[in-house]
């Protein structure tokens, strides 16, 4: 998550997905901020905004709020904007940048843990997603996702499609090498497609998957793993 793709399309179904959730947890929201904003947000993520009849049904409470935010020019930090909407309820919110220094990343680490420590439900929002064949600020580190897995908890990670010829099965291997068991991934294709790791659920969880999915049509594909 930056700062300049707060609102964007990809937001609307992000944060509807966390609401669908939550529904009797604790969430914690961990940002994976890097502090890269060079670049302004392409307007042609933000025109969902000016079609309510084709998108505001999905989640309506969503929608409006960053309806406000983007066409709101008093927001200096859409982040913290966000925030104070309440649209993700008392949730807990991460936010220090990560460290570009890998010295520097294993305290920042162990600060994110504890921070999310109430939490039984943890979303990680990496611009990139889990780490691969290198970690960069933009990924999760696989030892960070084995320092937040919990007995109680539920985890959800972001992922850019990457284009490799297989994201499923780079994901799933990635959380199999953590001893996961239960996996589900949801694919959503809102202007870009992007993945969301569901990871250490029950079925009660993964009904509300379901339930996600139906109402959300062809704008998503779930994979159980």
């Not at 609307?12 to 669908?20: E, P």
């Not at 309820?89 to 940048?97: C, D, I, Q, R």
């Not at 993945?195 to 009904?207: C, I, L, R, W």
Request: glycine share 8%.
């Amino acid at each position: 998550m930056q700062k300049q793709y707060v609102g964007t399309v990809g937001d609307l179904g992000k944060l509807a997905l966390l609401r669908q959730l939550m529904e009797g947890r604790r969430l914690a929201v961990c940002w994976y901020l890097t502090g890269d904003e060079s670049y302004d947000t392409p307007r042609r993520y933000l025109n969902y905004l000016d079609r309510p009849g084709d998108f505001r049904h999905l989640a309506p409470e969503v929608f409006d709020a960053l309806k406000d935010i983007v066409e709101d020019p008093s927001v200096r930090c859409p982040i913290g904007a966000l925030r104070t909407t309440g649209i993700l309820g008392n949730a807990v919110f991460h936010g220090k940048p990560v460290p570009n220094r890998a010295r520097l990343r294993h305290n920042w680490a162990h600060e994110l843990v504890q921070s999310v420590n109430a939490a039984d439900l943890v979303f990680l929002d990496p611009n990139n997603g889990i780490q691969g064949t290198r970690l960069t600020p933009n990924h999760v580190a696989l030892a960070e996702l084995a320092a937040l897995r919990r007995q109680d908890r539920v985890l959800v990670v972001g992922q850019r499609q990457s284009g490799r010829r297989s994201d499923v099965r780079f994901l799933r291997d990635r959380l199999r090498s953590l001893h996961c068991e239960r996996i589900e991934l949801i694919r959503l294709r809102l202007g870009f497609s992007r993945f969301y790791v569901v990871a250490d659920h029950d079925e009660a969880m993964s009904t509300r998957i379901a339930a996600f999915a139906k109402k959300w049509g062809t704008l998503v594909k779930t994979y159980r793993l």
